[in-house]
Each structure stands twice: as C-alpha cells, then as structure tokens.
C-alpha cells in the first residue's frame, strides 16, 4: 500500500450482497480505488453494470455523488441482497430494451 494510501471501507452489507448475485449467476469485481468509484463492477447475462453498496439510510457522499453525476451511464444503488438482485434484472432489461 503506498505512504498515506488507506483500505476503502467497505459496508458491512456487501459481502451478503455479493453472495446473492453469485447465486444469481451475476459475475461480481470489488472496485477498491475509491475516489467516489461505486463498490462493485457487475455482469449479467453479458451486461455489464455499476452497483454502489449501501447501508439502510445512508446516502451519497460527496465525492460518490460527483463521481456519479459525472459517468456517462445509470449506476445502480442497492442497499439488501434482494435490491442488488433487482438491479441485475433491471440492467439486463434495460440493455435487452434499448
């Protein structure tokens, strides 16, 4: 780890989240850079998509937000294993439909 460089926190609902995609059939990489990168890289039935992890209530912060504001496509936001689920779903419908 480089001088002044710290682990990304991780929330304590992801490991339960990423269970439940790869039961799911859902191919999951932990993003660790940090600097406002959602959580997971996710791909479902060949359609990749951005999933930010979530504890109940809390929100965005800052520099998540900016990050977010400035990618180009739809970044999914899931709180419990059964939303991440529905994520993966939605994406693939939504590249199915569009």
């Known amino acids: 780890m480089a001088a002044g460089s710290h682990a990304k926190r991780r929330d304590a609902n992801e490991p339960a989240i990423i ?19 959602p959580d997971l890289t996710c791909c479902y039935r060949h359609v990749y998509f951005l999933l930010e992890v979530k504890v109940p209530g809390e929100k965005l912060n800052k520099v998540q937000q900016e990050y977010h504001d400035k990618w180009p496509g739809k970044i999914y936001i899931a709180t419990t294993p059964q939303e991440a689920i529905a994520c993966a779903m939605a994406a693939w419908v939504e590249r199915m439909n569009g």
């Open 19 to 37: 269970d439940a995609l790869r039961k799911q059939a859902v191919g999951v990489a932990a993003n660790d850079t940090g600097k406002g990168q």
